[in-house]
């Protein structure tokens, strides 16, 4: 069985940085793909980006310059580090894995059927 949990959100003033945690159970952050996304209340989910078997990572273009992944692989861990936060990045923020171990996904949430419960990030002065 596949269990995401993601940590680490709270409040925080714009221009600080912030790291999340997804920590996997069932998969294999070292050799799976593993993808964030974030959501408002209202809106639609977001992608933020996915890390592949390849080793590859693709950033959302409103992230790309600010957000980046890190593994701990003896916590079967995926990191998400945050930083220059933005008002705009306030929101839930998810981890998700595709139903097929090492597929191939990208940015549309239904490539992914496995979801952790999310971790809320607040971005206020």
């Known amino acids: 069985q596949v269990q995401l949990v993601e940590s680490g959100g709270g409040l925080v003033q714009p221009g600080d940085s912030l790291r999340l945690s997804c920590a996997a159970s069932?998969?294999?952050?070292?050799?799976?793909?593993i993808a964030w996304f974030r959501q408002v209340p209202g809106k639609k989910r977001e992608f933020i980006g996915v890390t592949w078997p390849t080793g590859n990572n693709v950033y959302a273009d409103s992230v790309k310059d600010r957000f980046t992944f890190s593994k701990d692989n003896a916590k079967n861990t995926l990191y998400l580090q945050m930083t220059s936060l933005e008002l705009g990045d306030t929101a839930v923020y998810y981890c998700?894995?595709?139903?097929?171990?090492?597929?191939?996904?990208?940015?549309?949430?239904?490539?992914?059927?496995?979801w952790g419960r999310g971790t809320p990030v607040t971005v206020s002065s």
């Open positions: 069932g998969r294999s952050v070292s050799s799976d793909t």
């Open positions: 998700a894995a595709p139903l097929r171990p090492g597929a191939i996904t990208g940015s549309e949430d239904r490539g992914y059927a496995y």
